[in-house]
């Protein structure tokens, strides 16, 4: 409890130590996935977005959009508030598993985009249960094309992605795994532990 205590309080250095030391800090289920998402969004100009983030984490604010807001869940409740202005990207970024109506969720982002605007949905698959509050659903890539389709989304408008071996869908049955200096980023299609989508209104 000591030893957790002192790296709450001292993260930042230490994450800055391990990043000297060639250590990857971030959750091994995430590398591949921020990378394939920051390549599609640089694809599509960001400069010129007006961005809303429902997730609020530490990656996705690095993108230089033409703005960026935050509305974090579960304070702000994607089942039941909207915003009154739209955006031309809303990023959910391992929320959704999380919410106890994620139609409704998934239709209130469908009104608060701007017509031609993306949603980007990113979930765990094969990992363990992780109550924030609550832990609902998974989905795989046809799983959530069609969960997006029947919220409002043309199926063909929608593009998805994962990634997954089995080394870390074991590491993270115990804790939350770190890559490390030799996390494989091994694709193994059929142990996915996380899964996108880009969905275009």
Not at 51 to 66: N, T, V
Not at 93 to 105: N, S
Not at 151 to 173: H, M, P, Y
Not at 183 to 192: A, D, F, I, T, V
Request: include cysteine; aromatic fraction near 16%.
């Amino acid at each position: 409890m000591i030893f957790e205590n002192y790296v709450r309080r001292h993260e930042r250095h230490i994450k800055d130590f391990l990043n000297l030391t060639g250590y990857d800090y971030r959750h091994w289920t995430r590398p591949v996935m921020y990378e394939k998402c920051f390549e599609k969004i640089q694809s599509m100009g960001p400069g010129t977005m007006d961005a809303l983030e429902i997730s609020a984490g530490e990656y996705w604010r690095r993108i230089p959009f033409r703005s960026y807001m935050e509305a974090n869940y579960p304070k702000f409740d994607i089942t039941e508030d909207k915003l009154e202005r739209q955006f031309d990207i809303i990023i959910a970024d391992q929320v959704f598993e999380h919410v106890l109506r994620p139609y409704r969720a998934a239709k209130n982002v469908y009104e608060m985009l701007k017509p031609g605007g993306y949603f980007v949905i990113t979930t765990p698959f094969l990992i363990r249960v992780h109550d924030i509050p609550y832990d609902c659903t998974r989905w795989t890539e046809t799983g959530i094309r069609y969960f997006l389709n029947e919220c409002g989304f043309d199926l063909k408008q929608i593009e998805t992605g994962s990634w997954g071996n089995r080394r870390c869908v074991k590491a993270n049955l115990k804790h939350w795994a770190r890559r490390g200096w030799f996390g494989s980023l091994k694709n193994e299609r059929n142990y996915p532990v996380v899964v996108w989508a880009f969905a275009r209104k």
